[in-house]
Every structure is written in C-alpha cells, then in structure tokens.
C-alpha cells in the first residue's frame, strides 16, 4: 500500500480525557496522539484496561456519559469530531466511518434476516430496493459467503461463528467507508478462521482504500496485517512506528517487555515464562513522572518526577520514554 | 507405574432431538468418538483443536460433569466413579470464564471456603489466607466479591478453589483466553509451579499454540471429537504428520514475513456432527485429500513418540 502520510485520514491530537467515577477522576487517556494514513492499516495494541476501548469509543462518538473529553482533538476528514453534535455524529458512522465489532453474535440483530440489515445499512443510498438487494448479495459473496442468493434470506444464528463475523465485515464496508475501525474482530475465533478474516480484510481493504484501525492485544496479528502498530500503556500511546521496524527494534521499555513475554516470540521451549510483573497504576491519581515508572527496570529519578516527552528514536516515530536510546531490555522469567 | 488418569475407547453423547428422532434411532449425537490417553502423575498434556473439536466435552467427560459416556476411565489404577464424590475432590476444574464461574453473591472468602463445607471437611483455619498466598493474590482480596476482581485476579480465585481440596489432576479450560500475554504467562507460570510443587497432573484445553510449544509435555489435536494425532509436543511442532495438525501449526499468526510463505489453507469450514464424512473425517477439507481417504478410515499409525490417522502424513518439513 502507498501511503500519503502528510494527509492524515484520523489524526488525533492531544487527546486527554476522564471518567468521574465516585472515587474522583479517573484519567483514562492522557495526551494521546495517533494518525492514519489514507488506506493505511494501523494495529491498536494495549492490555486490557490500557485504554484502547475508551479511544476507539471516543473516536466513534460513543463515549458514555460519565466521560468528559478534557482536551485535545479528533479531526477527520478536516472536520473535529470532539464537537459534533449526536446528529452529526451520525450521519458519519456506518458511511464514512464504520466499525467491526467484536461478538460477531451480539453485532447482528437475531431478528432479522441477514438480507433485511444489509439492505437496512444502505438507508442513505437512493438505490431501489432491489439494486440494494443485489449490491447486498454481491458484498456476501466477496466476503466468501457461499450461495449468497439463498443465504442472503437466512438469520445470524444459522451462520457459524466464522461466517456471521464476514457478514459483518462485508456490512461495515458496503459504503465503502473512508475508515474502518475493528474492535478485536477475530478474538473470537479459530487460528484458522482468524488467518483467513485476516487474509480476506486485507484484500476487500485494498480494493476500498479504507484506513483500518485495528484494535486487539494479539500481536501476531498485527505484525501480519498492520502497516504500523501503536502500543498503549495506562491511557498514553507510549511507541508508534512502522510494524516492522518496531518488532525489530522496540525503543520503549514497555514495549521491549511486552514482546520479550508474547510466548509466540521465545524461540526455545521453556516451561516458566517471562512477565511483566507489578500491575497498572491507579489512574485517578497518576504519579507525575512517567506511567510506565512503577514497573520499569531502567528507572530511576529523572522517570519518577518528569513526564517524557515523545521522541523519536530508533526507526520508531514515536517514544514516550526519558532514555529512548538505552540498550533493549532483556526479560528473564 | 500406573499413569493418574487412563482413558480408553472414550465416547461421549448428548441426548437430542424429540420423539421422531428416538424412533429413527438418531436420538444420540455423537460428540467424542473413540478417544484413548494415558497421562502419568506430574505431566501436562495440551488438548488443542477448532470451536466444536470436541476438547471441553471431553474434559467435562473425565471430570464426570455431563454426557453419556462409554468406554473406560480410570483413575489412579481404579475405574472412575463419575457420579461420586471422591471425584469432585481428585479432579478440579478450571473453567473457561472465570468470572461467571464464580458466584457473584459470595466473598472471595466464602468462596474458598465453600469446597470444604460441600465435602463436610472441617475448614482448616487460615487457609484462605494460605490459598490466596499460594496463587499469589494479596489476603485483602477475600473481602471482595467477583465483580471486584480484574479478568487475571479472577482466574487466580478459580484456580484456588481449584486447588482447595488438593486435587491430584486439575482441568483447566482455556485457562488464558481473553488475558493479556504478561497475566496469561504468570497465570501459567502459576499452574506449572503448582504441578512441580504438588505433582499434580495437568489436562490444558487451549486453542493457543504458542503456550502449548512452552508448557505442555505432550499434546492431542482433536477434529470432530477425534484425536488425529497426539505424540510428545516438540516432535508434532517439529514434524506434524496429520495435515490438519500442519493446517493448525501454520495457521498461527507469526511474527517473521518469511515463515509465512509456507501457510497451509483448508478447505471450507468444519463439518456437523450430525452427518460425519464417510472415510477419513478431515477429507472434506483436507487440502491433499485422495480418492482413499473418501472410502476408507484411516487406521491409527506411529512414527516415534508420534501417532496419528493419516492415509498420507506429511512429510517433514526441510526447515523444521
């Protein structure tokens, strides 16, 4: 994919934002900048509670209530969407921006005929019914369903897991979106299933020339579909770069810890594997210094009382980190 | 020595179907099929296979938690009573959601203590204390309840009440999916310290291969309730002789762009239970299946520490 970078399709800027929570304020995104590339996919990679879902909900206008966008900005297509109205909001998701969700059950209403919410999505097309109908069975078929003609009239449960998660993908890209974000969309599945959604999302992307974002905490999927990953720790984007480059030369500690656990990178069998140890820290009452701090070997005073800036460092574009440079930091388990 | 657990010519059904489907005799369906395992005290042995191979029914099965089951089991050199209660406290199960395995109503506390009052076993004082030590959880979490805890916290409790009784062979259901890769290797890591240090035995339901490479002794790839093939772990990773097994190995999201040139696809998705293909099973969607394996079953072959059913095994890999 040829990417045009300097014309960023999302680009998020200084976004800082928090839920009110009975206990105070929990701040759950700190100064997070993230940008994509038109027809650019980019893996979103963070453990659970590091945020991602709070950004991807943010990005989608479907933030709840108790969360309150501090400051920063969302700008897509070079309009701001932090200031949209819920109407405005709308009228964007499902055309220029949609979304795979990760239950490919609960995503789909059992009610309906499958048929019935495909042709439903194109509301916003002055097409006839039945040229939606047809646009509909076209789209099955190049997401592999097989004997779409018929299929197209049958409800999600009689779909297997596989299927109804394809049927998903082919709605979420039928108005050929300028964005589309994928909230874990092959947690849920088989290996195998999950290489050929992989496969089969990678190629009807090339054919659209959507941007992907690409959430999920698999990183063997992101080094096989993503252009470039982003790493999240605690509510901040701590590395950003090209996958290749930042599987080979990691520059946050974060970042080098995580992939020095992931078993899928320990070549040589062993029986008691490496961990991270020590836990989140409590983000109503983040500590000055660095967020990453509490767990890092390499840290010392300058990480306890100073928040590091982003450099860039290595091939990497972006490292939160105080000593970017420092030699990698091997794991021991 | 006797191995812990012996199971031969496992099937396990489920009743379905009405009165219609009693009268044509179709009333069982079929979920395992012919399964036969040793596993010896201290070992751990990964069950790995897709959504509906069968593994969580077979677990289930020997835990004596549901199915109609014939064929042998045997526990410790004795055929299992899968009704009893010794068994509830020989053999622990970790299930698959944490979580919702747990009672929302209850402390962590009464939940670590309710194996004992279940089984009239006097509550030896301190011991939740000395379980949540165990798992490595800090003692001001027995005052909380499920909803309370974070996904890995949660699967630690399920593994302490797993082990409350001292069981001597622990089940656990995918004891790591949905948790983040430094939690799932000290979930893990915890498991493991407990079988050194107990010498417990260990059965791993999983679907992730990258673990089984690390922790299991040995493991069984099973389709549509079928071992196709089971043999000790490093020997299947190094040469997989059953294509499926090949399919699942080379299915694994990889992080070298050159491992990934050699990708075998299959063919379809898997078949029901209800009709199983004649011959071979896997021949549906096996990518080099043969006119043979449309007619005939394969029988049970070894190579080694290696046995599968393959009328054509693959051949090792040059780069393995």
């Not at chain 1, 252009?227 to 030369?249: C, H, K, L």
């Not at chain 2, 079929?30 to 790995?48: C, H, K, N, P, Y």
């Not at chain 2, 011991?127 to 890995?152: D, M």
């Amino acid at each position: 994919m040829s990417l045009d970078a300097s014309d960023p399709v999302l680009t998020v800027s200084g976004l800082t934002l928090s839920y009110d929570i009975p206990a105070g304020e929990l701040k759950a995104l700190r100064d997070v900048n993230l940008s994509i590339g038109k027809g650019e996919i980019v893996g979103l990679v963070g453990e659970s509670g590091s945020g991602k879902s709070t950004l991807m909900q943010a990005i989608l206008g479907l933030l709840p209530g108790a969360a309150q966008i501090r400051s920063g900005s969302i700008r897509f297509e070079g309009q701001d969407l932090t200031g949209l109205s819920a109407r405005q909001m709308r009228g964007l998701l499902g055309d220029r921006i949609s979304v795979v969700f990760q239950d490919p059950m609960t995503a789909l209403n059992p009610v309906l005929t499958i048929g019935r919410q495909m042709i439903d999505i194109q509301h916003r097309s002055k097409l006839s019914r039945r040229e939606k109908r047809a646009r509909a069975i076209e789209m099955l078929a190049r997401v592999r369903i097989p004997d779409p003609e018929s299929r197209i009239d049958r409800y999600p449960h009689e779909f297997s897991g596989g299927m109804r998660q394809r049927v998903a993908i082919a709605m979420a890209l039928m108005a050929k979106p300028a964005l589309l974000v994928a909230d874990e969309p092959t947690t849920a599945l088989d290996a195998t299933l999950e290489i050929a959604t992989i496969d089969l999302l990678r190629e009807l992307q090339s054919e659209i020339g959507c941007a992907v974002l690409f959430i999920t905490h698999h990183l063997g999927v992101v080094a096989e579909l993503c252009d470039r990953i982003d790493i999240m720790y605690a509510g901040e984007i701590v590395e950003s770069g090209a996958t290749g480059a930042v599987f080979q030369d990691p520059r946050h500690p974060y970042t080098q810890l995580l992939f020095g656990c992931d078993p899928a990178q320990i070549a040589e069998p062993m029986r008691h594997l490496p961990s991270i140890g020590g836990n989140l820290p409590d983000l109503t009452a983040p500590l000055p210094g660095c967020i990453f701090a509490s767990r890092c070997p390499r840290a010392d005073e300058t990480c306890t009382t100073g928040h590091p800036a982003d450099h860039k460092a290595g091939q990497s574009d972006l490292v939160r980190c105080h000593y970017p440079l420092a030699p990698r930091l091997e794991i021991s388990a | 020595m006797t191995p812990l657990l012996s199971v031969r010519n496992l099937d396990v059904s489920y009743p379905v179907g009405g009165l219609m489907a009693k009268l044509r005799g179709a009333d069982q369906l079929q979920i395992v099929a012919g399964v036969s395992f040793d596993l010896a005290r201290g070992e751990t042995m990964a069950l790995v296979g897709e959504s509906g191979s069968g593994k969580t029914t077979l677990a289930r099965a020997i835990a004596g938690l549901g199915g109609l089951v014939s064929g042998e089991i045997r526990f410790d050199g004795a055929p299992l009573n899968t009704s009893g209660r010794q068994i509830r406290r020989d053999i622990a199960f970790i299930f698959q959601d944490a979580v919702s395995s747990l009672s929302p109503r209850l402390t962590v506390r009464a939940l670590l203590r309710e194996p004992f009052a279940i089984h009239g076993i006097q509550y030896p004082e301190g011991e939740v204390e000395r379980l949540l030590r165990l798992v490595g959880l800090p003692a001001t979490i027995a005052e909380r309840r499920p909803h309370e805890l974070s996904g890995g916290q949660a699967r630690r409790v399920g593994v302490a009440r797993a082990l409350a009784l001292k069981p001597r062979l622990v089940i656990a259901d995918e004891p790591t999916a949905g948790l983040d890769v430094s939690v799932q290797s000290e979930v893990l890591n915890l498991l493991n310290d407990l079988r050194t240090r107990l010498g417990l035995s260990l059965l791993i339901i999983t679907h992730n291969l990258n673990i089984v490479r690390h922790i299991a002794d040995r493991m069984a790839i099973m389709y549509l309730g079928r071992f196709v093939e089971t043999g000790d772990t490093a020997p299947v990773f190094a040469h997989p002789h059953h294509p499926y097994t090949a399919a699942l190995l080379s299915a694994n999201p990889i992080i070298d762009p050159e491992a990934r040139k050699t990708r075998l696809y299959l063919k379809g998705e898997v078949p029901g239970l209800v009709r199983r293909p004649k011959g071979c099973e896997f021949h549906s969607r096996c990518p080099f299946v043969q006119d043979l394996c449309r007619s005939t079953p394969p029988s049970l072959r070894e190579d080694g520490p290696v046995s599968y059913t393959c009328h054509f095994p693959m051949e090792a890999s040059v780069n393995a």
